[in-house]
């Protein structure tokens, strides 16, 4: 089942490698406390906090609580809205290292550095 913050798998019941190996849940394990959750009652997802439930609920209520100040349009993430912002603002975060040519979202620096430099994105 899908998971916000980490695999709803259990290590012993996991069929993957070390690379997804869930070592916070070792840690609460051996410890023993046990991690809150908060499932979703309407699809598998299960949050690590409210904050999380609280964003992942606005996916089925289509709320769009945020809106961009200059043409009006909805998000249902702060951080989406954000990112929409530097359409306006025309701010650049992301640089190439090859050329310093930048861009102001990360997808079209992949897209360029696949194009222009043959390098392909890290896996």
């Keep these: 089942m899908p998971r916000l913050g ?8 996991a069929d993957f490698g070390e690379c997804c190996y ?14 809150r ?18 964003r992942h609920q606005r996916t089925h209520t289509g709320e769009k609580p945020f809106a961009c100040p200059t043409r009006g349009r909805r998000f249902n993430q702060k951080s989406n809205m954000a990112t929409h912002m530097r359409r306006h603002t025309g701010e650049k975060p ?12 990360k997808v079209a620096l992949v897209k360029h550095m696949q194009e222009e430099h043959t390098v392909e994105p890290l896996k």
């Design 6 to 13: 980490e695999s709803t798998l259990q290590p012993e019941n």
């Design 22 to 35: 869930d070592y916070a849940y070792e840690a609460d394990t051996a410890s023993g406390s046990k991690r």
């Design 37 to 54: 959750s908060f499932p979703c009652d309407q699809c598998p997802v299960v949050a690590t906090d409210r904050v999380g439930y609280e």
């Design 94 to 105: 992301f640089s190439c290292d090859v050329c310093s040519r930048q861009f102001g979202f």
